[in-house]
């Protein structure tokens, strides 16, 4: 194949679907035709909020960065033809919302036996990130109360793995109804509309007034982040997952969190993790049934449809929870 359809960030808010060149595999490289790409958060903000390494218009298939396929063409002994991958490019060699993508061999997982879907093992992409931070901070979460800013995917799987570790009761929040029904299904005990005072009302109720042991902001708007610190007790923990949504600096309580004595992390680039360690676990977790992501891609659209798809995501219309490409 010499041509291909591939999604082009074209400006602000606006994606196109277009034909262009498959670019050949160079050594290490494995030439990958994209059987399903899902819609991050992150890619939301390169998209509508111009948080892009790349002026538009970008190279294809950016910035897709979740994706699952089937390997044409390896330079690569660890690969052969016709292994199914998952594919896990640093973001700038995002290429997943295209027909084909040309893709390092290190950023290539090959996929376990599945009995379910294979589109599912595609959100061992997001759970594996979700993972790298837990493991990377050592979260002790047993017997407490942990608070989930944020339900879309990576929030589900915080829930989840929170639960996992033995957190006596999970508190989530969002926005959207459709995201909020789900979180029980993952482990959140308190779903509650980010709504008002909703929110802190409800932290303080099931805290006995002292806020949560530990907080996972898994939105990255300023909104949440300025109310972050105001839900955590004193000598609380905060994982700050989720990418916020400007450039520019966000407003942060800092007097309130010198005052409680808190301990903030960050965290990214499970990509550049030796063996890609956390997304093999996410794989395993999916393919041997210790969790279920049937339920979380309500919608899929064809790489015609990529503007529609990412508005889609963006405004959350139709209760969209996660939103994924096919190539039909």
Known sequence: ??????????????????????????????????????????????????LSMFPPPAPPGFPGHEGIGEVVESLDGRFAAGDLVLTCPWPTEAGCFAEYQTIAADFCLKLPAYGGPVEDLMMAQQLGSVLFAFRRNKLDLHGKTVMVMGQGSAGQFFGFLAKRAGAAKVIASDKSEARLALSPAFGVDV??????????????DHTDGKGVDMLIEAVGSREALLQSVDLVRVGGEMLMFGLPDTNEPVPF????????????????GAQHEPDLVSFGQGLRLIANGEIDVSAMVSHTLPIEQIDEAVHLAHERTGNALKVSIDFP
């Open 1 to 50: 194949m010499e041509k291909m359809r591939a999604a082009l960030f074209v400006g602000p808010g606006q994606m196109a679907c277009e034909e262009t060149d498959v670019r050949p595999p160079k050594q290490g490289e494995l030439l990958v035709k994209t059987l399903r790409a899902s819609i991050c958060g992150s890619d939301l903000h390169v998209i509508f909020m111009g």
């Open 191 to 204: 779903a509650v509309m980010a709504k008002g005072d909703n929110v802190a009302q409800a932290v303080m």
């Open 253 to 268: 309580n800092f007097h309130d969190f010198f005052r409680k004595k808190l301990l903030a992390y960050s965290d990214y």
